[in-house]
């Protein structure tokens, strides 16, 4: 799944470089904004970011949140083969019905 492929490119940055790419634990969207968005640091280890199949990355794609130890990646859930999000959504998330949640490591 693109989950799975965006965890372990976290994985191998955070091997590479030390820590997971840091935006201070602010959830923003993957790599929508290059210019302000950290997961777009990614693409030193991906050729290219997973896009959401529904293409409004900014309303429909994946978000990012890390302190550099640890990090969360929130999706719209497009099956119920994954399990609802239950940690407390940040505040603009908070209107999306089926959200998935990853925490790593």
């Known amino acids: 799944s693109d989950l799975q492929s965006l965890q372990a490119a976290l994985i191998i940055y955070a091997d590479d470089k030390g820590e997971f790419p840091n935006n201070e634990n602010t959830v923003q969207t ?5 210019e302000f968005d950290v997961g777009c640091e990614l693409l030193d280890v991906l050729d290219e ?8 990355a900014s309303t429909n794609g994946y978000w990012y949140a890390s302190d550099g130890d ?34 790593g490591p």
Do not use: W
């Open 30 to 34: 993957l790599c929508v904004f290059e």
């Open 49 to 56: 970011l997973p896009r959401d199949p529904r293409d409004d």
């Open 70 to 103: 640890t990090y969360e990646l929130y999706a719209q859930r497009e099956s119920s083969a994954f399990p609802v999000c239950v940690l407390p959504r940040p505040d603009f998330l908070q209107d999306f019905e089926s959200l998935l949640c990853v925490l």
